[in-house]
């Protein structure tokens, strides 16, 4: 199939790659910062202050924002609409992970545009344009760094949508394996998801695709599997986070999907509403609800779910595609345990309602006007037996 490949962002990788931010933003022209940042580990690690002295020596004045969460909210964007307005700001340097990241192209897009942000996330207009962004990151998962979207929740309902543009894709990403070491367990494997789901979400598709994508999308998955475990044995493994950083980027910049037709993506979509209305970690939401969306589209292209199967897990191709297919499905979940992530809602810690799957399944639906998904075309009815069947 055509397709169209665009990755603009300069990658800066390795130790101490972050000393380099203050000549990195000078690069740009630029002359005001926002750094924009999440909880208070960025500051107790040092990181920010790093970061202020780099701009500092680079003659380069800032301002700060931090109070970015998971599942990063509407009312933090315009606050940070807001505070850019006054200060003058001209660039916005996100130091984080995907939350930051989506947060401060959210911001970009509000600063080059009139009128209410929310709009274009709202699908009620298209942006014309985006405040330039920077990434110093601390977390490998969303890919933010290098993709055309981002994704805010709305407060007001408990919405969550997604927005692409090649308008905000950040002009530097600074990726320093390092900077990971200290994170969680849980946030690391459900990073790790994150990452697996976004070159999944591409593969499973029902086009004739590129054999060289196809290898480097399996090759990825892989690589991620073999590394999320030896970081639950040694999570300070650098080699590991190394590994891990850099298939985050190359995930969700474009390249898994040459070829492809663009992907599914149903399950992005069923997650975002799991984590709107639940708020819980996005890979963790993906990794609970994905065994049951597979075995609720397998049939429609049973032959690509063996492939699967036989490539990610090396399976024995018996000739019967369907057996594969499931056979490949339940792998992945046992892999998904293997790391102590979820595999139904209740492991995931949520109890939904009849009520609550009702009200996801039509906010994915965008209340009737829309379906998710390329394997099956998945209207409100479908996601919602989605939902009941995740529930464990």
């Known amino acids: 199939m055509n397709f169209e490949y665009f990755t ?28 924009h940042y999440g909880g208070g580990s960025a500051v107790r690690s040092g990181l920010i202050d ?19 969460v998971p599942n990063p909210r509407l ?13 003058q700001v001209d660039f916005l340097l996100a130091v984080g992970g995907g939350s930051v990241i989506d947060s401060a192209k959210a911001i970009g897009y509000g ?10 996330y709202d699908r009620k207009r298209t942006a014309a344009g985006c405040m330039p962004v920077g990434a110093v990151l601390t977390i490998a998962a969303a890919g933010s760094e290098m993709s055309d979207s981002s994704v805010i929740t709305n407060e007001d309902g408990w919405i969550k949508r997604g927005y692409s543009s090649n308008y905000c894709r950040c002009r530097f990403a600074v990726m320093d394996p390092e900077l990971t070491c200290t994170l969680p367990d849980y946030q690391t494997q459900s990073g790790c998801v994150d990452i697996m789901m976004h070159t999944m979400e591409r593969y499973f598709n029902l086009s004739d695709n590129m054999e060289l994508t196809d290898g ?20 300070a493994n650098y080699e590991a986070r190394a590994e891990v950083m850099w298939a985050s980027s190359l995930s969700h910049n474009g390249l898994t999907g040459c070829g492809t037709g663009g992907g599914d993506w149903a399950s992005h979509q069923i997650e975002h509403e799991l984590g709107g209305m639940f708020d819980v970690a ?9 065994g049951s969306w597979a075995r609720y589209v397998y049939r429609e292209h049973p032959e690509r779910f063996a492939r699967f199967a036989v490539q990610i897990f090396g399976l024995e191709d018996n000739g019967d595609p369907n057996a594969l297919a499931l056979a490949g499905i339940e792998k992945m979940e046992e892999f998904y345990r293997s790391v102590g992530m ?22 994915c639906s965008f209340f009737g006007k ?9 209207d409100a009815s479908d996601v919602e037996a989605i939902y009941r069947m995740a529930r464990g």
């Open 370 to 378: 829309r379906t998710v998904g390329v394997m099956k075309k998945l």
């Open 50 to 68: 790093k970061i202020c002295g780099s701009l500092e020596a680079s003659g380069i004045s800032y301002v700060m924002l931090g109070g970015v």
């Open 111 to 120: 600063l080059a545009n009139e009128g209410d942000v929310w709009d274009f």
């Open 216 to 235: 480097i999308s399996e090759a990825l998955i892989r690589t991620v599997m073999k590394n999320a475990k030896l970081l639950k044995a040694d999570a």
């Open 8 to 35: 603009p962002t300069k990658v800066v990788f390795g130790r101490g790659t972050e000393e380099r931010t203050g000549e990195l933003v000078k690069e740009q022209g630029c002359h005001k910062v926002l750094i």
């Open 342 to 363: 979820p595999t139904s809602l209740k492991e995931l810690g949520v109890e939904s309602t009849d009520a609550q799957i009702r009200e996801m399944a039509e906010k």
């Open 75 to 87: 009312s933090k964007v315009r606050e940070g609409i807001r505070l850019c307005r006054e200060e």
């Open 282 to 290: 996005h890979g963790a939401g993906l990794a609970a609800i994905w």
